[in-house]
């Protein structure tokens, strides 16, 4: 394994999304424009923050589909962005640009797993999704994610440095994504004892 941080730009400066090469296939073009989460993460600054806000915008209406449906597609989002996440790497010629954000997205739609689970779905989901509580439980899975992101604490910042590929991409995102969702599960169980 192979430490990748050097050959990343540097996120504490603007930094522009490398351009999608002029020849790039069909197939090519639709992988980049997922890897770059159709367009969230071509902010010159804080691109995995604004990826991670794509994400939380897109996955509002598959949460109303349910929990089941919701899992499918954060399961396959996770494994498909091994793919996705590697070869838009390769189409911008450098390992894990901060503008690939497919990851961020598999990551925050993990954090909301629990939050599907635990009810958000169930009856209306419009109706639930608009009330205080929701929003708050909703802005509360964000902060968590993107916390556990940015700081990688171990084993995230592990994963982040020494597994290479689109699954060195995606790894810190998925385990960043399970810590959240843990940390969520408590912050929500705490707060049921504490109101009954």
């Not at 690939?100 to 739609?109: F, K, P, R, S, Y």
């Not at 700081?151 to 689109?166: L, Q, S």
């Amino acid at each position: 394994m192979i430490d990748h941080n050097l050959s990343k730009p540097d996120i504490r400066k603007a930094n522009d999304c490398p351009p999608l090469p002029a020849n790039a296939s069909l197939p090519d073009r639709l992988v980049y424009w997922l890897g770059i989460g159709l367009g969230s993460g071509l902010p010159r600054r804080a691109p995995g923050t604004w990826g991670t806000v794509g994400g939380l915008i897109v996955a509002i209406p598959l949460l109303s589909l349910g929990f089941v449906p919701f899992l499918i597609i954060t399961i396959l989002a996770c494994l498909l962005g091994n793919s996705i996440c590697g070869r838009t790497s390769e189409l911008m010629g450098g390992h894990d640009n901060p503008h690939i954000v497919w990851d961020e997205w598999a990551g925050m739609w993990l954090t909301l797993l629990p939050l599907s689970y635990m009810g958000i779905a169930n009856g209306n989901f419009w109706q639930n999704i608009a009330q205080t509580s929701s929003i708050v439980a909703i802005i509360i899975a964000f902060i968590l994610f993107r916390f556990f992101d940015i700081i990688k604490p171990p084993p995230i910042g592990w994963a982040d440095k020494k597994v290479a590929g689109g699954l060195g991409i995606m790894l810190d995102d998925i385990i960043a994504g399970i810590m959240a969702a843990a940390v969520w599960v408590i912050i929500y169980t705490t707060i049921l004892q504490l109101t009954n």
